[in-house]
């Protein structure tokens, strides 16, 4: 750290000259994850970055994040994704709308999109599959464990046993969850929920259900697609919920060494509303993120759309605390990097609620980029569009966010265009499809797009910009336009939508992703949409399957890729079993062809069949060994990563 100099003595950081005691003061915040009282940002009332000699801790004075409602199936879906006044609809006139003002699609009709549906899809709107009533009146009286609610009583915002808040809390959104919900019951739910207010909270409900025998899950934004907060079925004892929604104050914001201390209970979308008030943002986006918690980030080893810049979570994640049953972990200091041994940290990350619960997690920020642009390029074939982003990578050109759709992904994309209805609109749009397929001889089932974001100072963005647009010449592609590329990435928000209305219609629909090597994209990408394919022609799937691909973040070894699969279960015995045994094919095609079991989703339940193989047995048991150490009566018994 450069030294700066007054009165002729030098001084470094967080310790200018002064007296040895305050020296010592400020000493002790940075071990307690405090900045000193030099650098903390105040919030006093105003929303502005700047530095305040003083700090303070008292409740009240740190900055308080939207949060849903402790009751949020009064807000979101209990059966599906999202908000319960957001999503598909086909409205009065056969059109599908996208109904609800939350989203810049809000209103939108599609009139091509239904149209794709019945035609590509195969879907027959008088073969329907509505969901049933809400049905959480039928669910069993929950175990009851007298002596633990006792014990957390005076430690905690809300103790519930309501069925509603029960069954919200059961699931996650795999396709099985949202099936059995749709169609039939969940198996074992949790007996209560409990929502902590902050750390001490934790700690006293931790104690308390180690020492009263009671299982705990913890449930951040339920956003999960791996299993990962299901209850274990046959679990005898009580079954906890442990809601951190109320966990969701900015603890501190440190301006000097660009860095903020958050409650784990903090939702993405609102915490960078929230952090942008300060000029600041972590820049951590995941497709959830309207949705998903840092605690959850945490717990599943996250990635967000914009890695290429602000990194994935372990990158942007300085340290966090966990609370176990037997004891709090967190390392002592919070210094950019640290050569003690085995990371601390490296055990919270990715633990999928098995050791405790994230509460506090201290995390790097970034001031809010000058410049923002959008972009796309469009390129002949696929296989055009991964050999430019593969030069992108080599020259580490990586923008914000650089994604490649496929041809499968891009015909669905356009059957999702909202209606032109204004003559020079529907002539703009006949004469660029007219340039790309016509004049440049792009085929319309061959040709892939590239949907780009860049964020940044203005000149190093139109730097990056030009570079990217010369390498995608070079491999023959041309420039899309800024209005393909917003439209692109910020359909990422709606897409998951997409599903309920399929289901509607006897459609199963599934996403998941891995990463791979450079060299072994196309050959997965190929391999994988094949295999899907075959498995869902042996299991006597009706129609052509749905199957497509898109290559995300970007690194400089390799990147991740995302598959998307669907088809009709009209006719299928048992179509979960059928979903199971296609999805279960897929990923062992995905493991044969130099990919991983999941770039960022986690392992969960889904997936802990293939963690032993990943991680080899001795990993396995290493694992096996810190969850014997710091939980010996298996309290935070979720049944994740491993059995």
């Known amino acids: 750290m450069p030294f700066s100099f007054n009165f002729g003595r030098p001084v470094c950081g967080c310790f200018a000259v002064m007296p040895a005691r305050e020296r010592l003061v400020d000493a002790e915040r940075h071990l307690a994850g405090r900045p000193s009282r030099q650098h903390a940002a105040s919030w ?30 009064d807000v979101l879906k209990w059966n599906g994704w999202g908000y319960r006044d957001s999503g598909f609809e086909i409205n009065a006139d056969g059109l599908i709308v996208f109904q609800g003002e939350r989203y810049d699609f809000g209103g939108t009709l599609m009139p091509d999109f239904l149209t794709w549906m019945q035609e590509e899809r195969g879907i027959d709107l008088d073969k329907t599959a509505m969901p049933q009533e809400p049905f959480a009146g039928e669910i069993p009286a929950p175990i009851r464990n007298a ?11 809300g103790l519930s046993y309501d069925n509603e808040d029960r069954l919200f809390r059961s699931h996650g959104h795999t396709c099985q969850e949202i099936f059995a919900l749709r169609h039939g019951r969940p198996g074992r739910v949790p007996d209560a929920v409990i929502w902590p207010e902050h750390h001490d909270h934790v700690e006293a409900i931790v104690r308390a259900a180690n020492a009263h025998n009671v299982v705990l899950i913890p449930f951040g934004g339920g956003t999960s697609v791996s299993g990962a ?3 274990p079925e046959g679990e005898p004892r009580m079954i906890v ?3 951190t929604s109320k966990m969701n104050r900015i603890l501190w914001i440190d301006m000097e060494n660009m860095m903020a201390r958050i409650e784990a209970g903090v939702v993405g979308q609102p915490l960078e509303e929230k952090l942008a008030s300060y000029g600041v943002c972590t820049g951590h986006t995941p497709d959830s993120y309207e949705f998903s918690t840092l605690g959850g980030w945490v717990a599943t080893r996250a990635s967000g759309m914009k890695k290429n810049i602000y990194g994935n ?30 990371d601390v940290n490296q055990l919270i990350l990715g633990s999928e609620g098995t050791l405790g619960v994230v509460t506090e997690v201290t995390m790097k920020i970034r001031k809010l980029p000058e410049a923002v642009v959008y972009d796309s390029l469009v390129f002949p074939t696929f296989s055009k569009g991964v050999a430019c982003l593969l030069e992108v990578a080599k020259r580490r050109l990586q923008p914000a966010s650089i994604r490649l759709i496929d041809n499968e992904q891009f015909q ?13 609109e529907v002539l703009l749009d006949h004469i660029k499809t007219f340039y790309v397929t016509s004049i440049k001889g792009f085929g319309k089932t061959e040709l892939a797009v590239v949907t780009l974001l860049f964020e940044g100072e203005t000149e190093e963005v139109k730097v990056q910009q030009a570079a990217i647009h010369a390498i995608a010449a070079k491999h023959g592609g041309i420039v899309g336009g800024a ?16 599903r309920d209305i399929a289901y509607d219609y006897r459609y199963i629909a599934e996403s998941f992703e891995t990463s791979c090597p450079h060299s072994c994209v196309e050959k997965l990408c190929r391999n994988v949409k094949e295999r899907l394919y075959a ?30 699969f669907g088809f009709l279960h009209t006719g299928l015995a048992d179509p979960m079993q059928s979903f199971h045994n296609v999805e279960v094919g897929a990923r062992e095609e995905v493991l044969a062809n130099g990919g991983n079991i999941s770039h960022h989703h986690g392992i969960g339940k889904v997936r802990k069949q293939w963690y032993v193989s990943t991680n080899s047995p001795l990993g396995a048991d290493m694992v096996r060994a810190v969850k014997e150490k710091v939980d010996p009566k298996n309290i935070f018994a979720v049944g994740n990563l491993l059995d």
């Open 535 to 564: 498995l869902c022609a042996a299991e006597g799937v009706q129609g052509e399957p749905y199957a497509s691909c898109r290559v995300t973040q970007l690194y400089d070894t390799g990147c991740a890729v995302y598959f998307y």
């Open 412 to 424: 669905f994309g356009r059957a999702m265009a909202e209606g032109k209805h204004g003559f020079l």
């Open 241 to 243: 919920s442990l809601d």
């Open 147 to 157: 002596a633990f609610a006792e014990a957390v009583e005076g430690h905690h915002s």
């Open 483 to 498: 209005e393909n590329g917003k439209r692109g990435y910020l359909l990422t928000f709606v897409i998951a939508y997409i």
């Open 229 to 231: 907060v299901q209850c």
């Open 44 to 73: 006093g009332g105003a929303a502005e970055s700047t530095l305040s000699p003083t700090y303070s801790s008292q409740p009240g004075d740190e900055i308080r994040v939207p949060a849903f409602p402790m009751q949020r199936q």
């Open 313 to 342: 979570i372990e990158d942007i994640m300085i340290r966090a605390k966990m609370v176990t049953p037997t004891g709090t972990v967190e390392t002592s200091v919070q210094s950019p990097r640290m050569s003690a041994g085995p």
